[in-house]
């Protein structure tokens, strides 16, 4: 049996839970409560010794890093392809991915906010500034590229790692009360994939964790 070690705000669990709906492949959660510190606890370290959700268990093996894990999926099962079919396409879902993995979400990570908060001395209101800024530098720029090459979904016909990224910052951006108004690609792309089963199934509050 695979396991998954998630909490149902993490964006970077919440990739791993679209990709494995995508995939229609079956795993238990083990559920990490990141506002308890659970992802610092001895067992969990044993796990992951970075104290970061996602985990992932298969046959055994921890895998850790969200992109390693999506990149381990689409080899080990590769049907549905997550990936597009020419070398230039793929590249193209990687950047997309890795702009919102790299460049995005770490700056709105747990560990960062608390360090602004406790070491830095920043109030809520000025974390909330730090928060938007990032994410709207991030979407900005990700709108422009995505407009170019958009079809139903952020390349063409076929969602890719691309969107499995995206959906969840998307989720963050709202949670966070972000205007995503000039970003109508971005938003008519996360639509179309909050319409999915497979994204709905793997959605935050349709976790077990979620209350
Ligand atoms: N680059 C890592 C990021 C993992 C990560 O930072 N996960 C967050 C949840 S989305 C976490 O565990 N945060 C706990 C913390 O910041 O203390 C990945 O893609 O897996």
Redesign the pocket.
Known sequence: MRHLYT?F???????IRIALQLKGLQYEPEF?N?LQ?E??SDSYLALNP?????AFVEHGEVL??????LEYLEEVHPVPPLLPKSHLERAMARSYAFQV??DI??LQ??????YLGDQLGLREEERQTWIHNWIHRGLKSLETRVAQTAGTYMIGRNITFAEICLV?QIYSALRFELDTSAYPTLMAIYTRCMNLEAFQRAAPQNQPDCR
């Open positions: 909490y705000r993490s964006s970077a669990a919440y990739r990490i990141l510190d992802n610092f970075q104290g970061a959700i996602p850790t890093q969200s992109m390693a894990i993995v790299s979400h770490p990570n747990r560990r960062v906010l608390k969840p």
